[in-house]
């Protein structure tokens, strides 16, 4: 049962992994994967196509998410593989949603691995939990805030989290959100001194070249062009070359 369940699976990881992009084989190994667990008594082998298969759709950009998701809407176990779908299509709050009614697991871990906006996923998780009602969710979320692996815009929780909530409930966040904005305040106290450090290096550069004598006489020419000089004025530049005002734009 084993090969016959993994034979068709390497046949088309061999063309993909061939470096094609081509959208029909995306779509071809997700149905495969789906064929195959179809057929596929509850095990490890299971778990580990299931594993595949959500890599494969977290993964890729190139199937065709409708068709896929045409084939799980409804399903009572693949929830986790239909709310990447649903993250495909933008609609993470419909994904975090599904999860959170069959998994809740699954939701905190969709917000650690979706490629990109990490900390507004993980916003919308808090606010589904806060607006439950239900006593299990509302301690869900304290655990979620507390979990030192769950990053967050931290201005944004304040303004979500309840008003008389204790701070000892949340102490953890409340901890990691003020070091946070410690480093935060220290790190742009630090990108300030050095800009201001080269301001002044740069202005320094400025007065000594503004201040130098420049003698322009009939056999000078412009180390740009080439060319002499026909009126009194000119511009050094940075390396103290002497060039004509015109030219000094051109010289890198």
Do not use: M
């Amino acid at each position: 049962l084993s090969l016959s369940l993994s034979l068709p699976l390497s046949l088309s990881l061999s063309q993909v992994s061939k470096g094609t992009d081509v959208s029909r084989y995306h779509t071809q190994l997700a149905q495969q994967y789906l064929s195959v667990l179809d057929r596929a008594p509850q095990g490890t082998l299971r778990e580990r196509i299931r594993r595949k298969l959500q890599s494969h759709l977290l993964k890729s950009d190139l199937y065709a998410v409708s068709l896929i998701l045409n084939k799980l809407e409804g399903t009572k176990e693949l929830k986790r593989e239909l709310a990447i779908l649903y993250g495909k299509l933008k609609e993470h709050d419909k994904a975090l949603k599904v999860l959170v009614e069959f998994d809740l697991d699954g939701a905190e871990e969709y917000c650690r691995v979706w490629p990109t906006d990490r900390r507004p996923l993980r916003l919308t998780l808090l606010n589904i939990y806060l607006s439950s009602g239900d006593a299990t969710l509302l301690e869900r979320a304290v655990s979620f805030l507390n979990d030192p692996l769950s990053t967050f815009n931290y201005s944004d929780v304040y303004r979500v989290i309840p008003g008389d909530w204790p701070i000892s409930l949340i102490e953890p966040f409340v901890y990691r959100s003020l070091t946070g904005v410690s480093h935060q305040y220290r790190s742009a106290r630090i990108r300030k001194g050095l800009e201001e450090v080269e301001w002044c290096r740069a202005r320094l550069q400025h007065v000594q070249l503004s201040g130098r004598v420049v003698k322009v006489t009939s056999g000078t020419y412009c180390s740009f062009c080439y060319k002499a000089f026909t009126e009194p004025n000119c511009s050094v530049s940075v390396e103290g070359e002497v060039v004509h005002v015109g030219c000094l734009p051109n010289v890198s």
